[in-house]
């Protein structure tokens, strides 16, 4: 496949700077040093909110210290090495929840285009496992309780003894584009009103991604497609997905919806989308997801929407 920077330049959290250091892992005294050496940085994430400070126009960047004695007991993350120094994610669950309208705590979704590269890995890898340590608590061969092992990327049963890793549930994302150069876009089942993006869904067991496009796009809204192009992916940790774009294009332009799963679609040209932006009746996905990466790549550059959350 080519290289996706070189394709959809700019996806958070960009290249990867963190070396993650996965032979450390094993060594049971890593976290318990790297938590009382003053040089680590430490993230703490509270919920899905991480501490953030505005950093300029459009920049944010992350609020990262030493450890403190509380994070012994926390659920610690060894998330790697960027420039010699050791990054650690450390999940508080004992104090209470920030504000959703503290500006120094924010989630992913709403600081992580603004984030430098190496904090948007950060944060986005933390939330990644935290979500995955919070919904795998218990063995699922035994019932037994589970234990964080090998630095927080396994769970261990206390039992039996197995290990269990965190999944990444692969899903496709793809820009679909007919003869007249249109773009489609359709609205789920639960977006906000004038929610509208690039269709997506899961892959099937055994099945490979370009025939995961077709299928999803004829399932959902009807429309066959080929010329299925890679263009780029990106690790979507809401809860646990990667998300691997692709261009198609429409053999067929009737739209047949999938009605349990796609509330309306319709086929945008350059001009009609701006027209439907500007006048408040779509409001397309966030500046942080390929969703959004996908329709300027079709459009030829930025659009100019205000970030309004789809659902």
Known sequence: MPRADRILPGLPPGRALLDRRGDLRADPGLLPRLLRDPGTRVLRLAGDRAPVEHAGPGRARLVLGAADDADAARLALYLGEA????????????????????????????????????????????????????????????????????????????????????????AVIVAVVDADDRLLLARGRGFRPGGMSVLAGFVEPGEPLAAAVVREVEEESGVRVT????????????????????????????????????????????????GAVEAGSVHLPGRLSIARKLVEHWFGGPVDAPEVPLR
Request: proline fraction near 8%; hydrophobic fraction near 35%.
């Open 83 to 170: 420039g010699g120094t050791a990054y650690v994610g450390v999940v508080v669950a004992d104090a209470p929840a920030p504000d959703e309208d503290d500006p120094g705590w924010r989630t992913l979704r709403q600081v992580g285009a603004d984030l430098d590269p190496l904090g948007a890995e950060v944060l986005t890898t933390t939330l990644a496992l935290a979500n995955w340590h919070a919904t795998h608590t218990h063995c699922p061969r035994c019932g037994a309780p589970t234990e964080p092992s090998l630095g927080g990327w396994i769970r261990r049963c206390a039992v039996d003894g197995s290990e269990h890793y965190p999944r990444t549930d692969m």
């Open 227 to 274: 010329d299925v192009t890679y263009l780029g992916d990106q690790p979507w940790p809401f809860p646990a997905s990667l998300m691997i774009g692709f261009t198609a294009r429409a053999e067929t332009t009737e739209l047949r919806l999938q009605e349990d799963e796609i509330e309306d679609a319709r086929w945008f040209s350059r001009d009609e989308l701006v």
